[in-house]
């Protein structure tokens, strides 16, 4: 329990002002499987304000749903008071939010019984719905009725799916008929909940099986674009293996799919930085593996690419990228022996112009082709004599 020594003494110092005070979440689940432990969340029975009297620094990231960002000893904690929920309206946040002293009306509101235990910091638990027998039993099984808190908050159909991915659970028959029977329910959340979701759940181990049920439940028809293609997650759930990141799983789609990655962007409402490595992720899978083409791709997509020519085309490149990378002479454009201001000066009569960016993008793909040395006096001669032969 070394990871949680610092997240006690965060603990330690609110029960000293007389606060009820646990961890909670993903971490006491992760801890009590014996995987990796994320994030640390701390729930109390402290107020926001009453927490912010305790601790110097602290930042009120969520307060009107409980949540502070507790800076303490150069690490930051996430302290949420106890609490209950209203309906979620707009689908994003509870329209209400009650704080409560009692921790079990906490973990009443949680999604999930393995993600319903809190953790004191003599490491004694408070599990009131048993998510210790889940986690024996690998079952995810909501607190209470899965019907009512699926209607209540549709996003936990996709978490429970995205928690079949990563810990390699089973959905329990109560959850798993409400998701076939109200999947439509999850078109009502907002997409960028979804997405975070899609993107744990593309990472899981086994997010093979997890796709399968994205096919079996249906909730594929609440999905994006998705729902435009009824093969397209089954094609996916045959093909599928684990990914590293939302980029891999856009480029995939939209190869499998035949949608260009900006719709998917769109549409999932994605990031800019998704976008373009999406992009370059399509763009060198549909292109034949050459200098030009690895020198174009980021070097941080190597290991992306490398998995989905596995998966699209069933070929092993690790090697391939590995030494074609290796052999490149230049990096990126900055490493190139010349420059704008060199061309401006070997053609002064020319006018400035488009050809100056033309030339140069000519002269940096004949030195990654290795067709020219990247030194200046002979880039010299081959942009002066040879670059229209
Ligand atoms: P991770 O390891 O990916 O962070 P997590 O279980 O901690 O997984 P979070 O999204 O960080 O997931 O949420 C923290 C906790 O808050 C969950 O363990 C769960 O108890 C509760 N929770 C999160 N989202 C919901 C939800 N939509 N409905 C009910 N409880 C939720
Ligand atoms: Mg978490």
């Given amino acids: 329990m070394r990871i949680f020594e610092k997240a006690f003494r965060v603990i330690q110092q609110l029960e000293q002002d007389g606060y009820d005070t646990y961890l909670v979440g993903g971490a006491v689940r992760d801890y009590l499987i014996g995987k990796d432990v994320g994030d640390l969340d701390i729930a109390t029975s402290a107020t926001p304000e009453q927490v912010m009297e305790v601790f110097d620094k602290v930042i009120p990231i969520g307060i009107e749903h409980g949540t502070v960002l507790v800076r303490f000893e150069n690490e930051s904690f996430e302290i949420t008071t106890f609490r209950t929920e209203g309906a979620y309206s707009d689908h994003r946040h509870p329209d209400s939010v009650n704080f409560v ?3 079990a009306a906490d973990l009443a509101r949680r999604d999930y019984t393995v993600n319903a235990i809190a953790m004191a910091r003599t490491g004694e638990l408070v599990d009131p719905f048993h998510g210790r027998d889940a986690i024996e039993k690998k079952e995810l099984v909501t607190v209470g009725k899965a019907f009512d808190r699926f209607q209540e908050d549709p996003l936990r159909m996709m978490r429970g799916v995205r928690f079949v991915s990563q810990l390699g659970y089973k959905l329990d028959q109560d959850a798993r008929k409400v998701m076939e029977d109200e999947r439509l329910w999850l078109a009502r959340i907002a997409i960028e909940r979804v997405s975070i979701e899609m993107e744990k759940l593309c990472s899981g181990k086994d997010v093979k099986i997890a796709v399968q049920l994205l096919h079996d439940t249906g909730l594929w028809e609440a999905l994006p674009i998705f729902k435009d293609h009824p093969d397209l997650m089954s094609e996916l759930a045959e093909k599928i293996e684990p990914l590293h990141s939302l980029a891999e799983w856009v480029a995939l789609c939209s ?3 035949e949608r260009p990655v900006l719709e998917w962007v769109k549409e999932w409402k994605l990031s800019n930085a998704i976008k373009q490595d999406a992009q370059h992720l399509v763009r060198i899978l549909q292109s034949d593996l050459d200098a ?3 020198y ?9 690419y490398c998995r989905l020519v596995k998966i699209y085309k069933d070929k092993d490149m690790q090697d391939s990228v590995a030494s074609i990378r290796k052999l490149l002479p230049i990096r990126n454009s900055s490493e190139l022996s010349i420059s704008g201001n060199d061309l401006i000066s070997w053609f002064p009569d020319r006018k ?3 050809w100056i960016r033309d030339l140069l993008l000519a002269a940096e793909k004949a030195v990654v082709e290795n067709k020219i040395p990247n030194k200046k006096e002979q880039l010299k001669e081959w942009v002066i004599h040879g670059y229209d032969t």
């Fill in 292 to 294: 030009w083409a690895v």
């Fill in 101 to 103: 002293t009692d921790v």
């Fill in 352 to 354: 400035k112009g488009s």
């Fill in 296 to 304: 174009q791709m980021p070097v941080h997509l190597d290991d992306g």
């Fill in 255 to 257: 190869l499998l799919s």
